[in-house]
C-alpha cells in the first residue's frame, strides 16, 4: 500500500508561481509512474503531467507546456510540479496519482486546492 500526501497549493495572482509536493510512505516509489492530474469545479478530471519511474521521461497536457515542470526525488520518495506563469484557468484541485501498471496498482492522494486570482 502506498500512502499519497500532496502539498504546496494555495492562493497566487496571475503570473505567479507554486510548487506541488506529494510525498510517499508505505512503498518505494521507484517502480511507479506518476502523476498529477487536476479537477476543477463542475469539469472532469483531467491529466496534468507523468513522469517515468526513473525521471528520465516526462509527458504534458498542452496548455501547460512550458509553463509547468514535474520532477521527483526517489531518495526522498517525492514528486514535485513546478508551476510557473499561472492563469485562472489552471485553478482546481490537483491530485497525484502513482501507477504500477504491471502490477495493478494505483493509488491517488486526498488534493490540493490551487487558485489563480485575475
Known amino acids: 500500500q502506498v500512502q499519497l500526501v500532496e502539498s504546496g497549493g494555495g492562493l497566487v495572482h496571475t503570473g505567479g508561481s507554486l510548487r506541488l509536493s506529494c510525498a510517499a510512505s508505505?512503498?518505494?516509489?521507484?517502480?511507479?509512474?506518476m502523476h498529477w492530474f487536476r479537477q476543477a469545479p463542475g469539469k472532469e478530471q483531467e491529466f496534468v503531467a507523468a513522469i517515468s519511474e526513473s525521471g528520465t521521461t516526462t509527458w504534458y497536457e498542452d496548455s501547460v507546456k512550458g509553463r509547468f515542470t514535474i520532477s521527483r526525488d526517489n531518495q526522498k520518495n517525492t514528486v514535485y510540479l513546478q508551476m510557473n506563469s499561472l492563469k485562472p484557468e489552471d485553478t482546481a484541485t490537483y491530485y497525484c496519482?502513482?501507477?504500477?501498471?504491471?502490477?495493478?496498482?494505483?493509488?491517488w492522494g486526498q488534493g490540493t486546492q490551487v487558485t489563480v486570482s485575475s
Open positions: 496519482n502513482a501507477q504500477f501498471r504491471a502490477a495493478g496498482l494505483d493509488y
Open positions: 508505505g512503498r518505494s516509489l521507484t517502480s511507479y509512474t
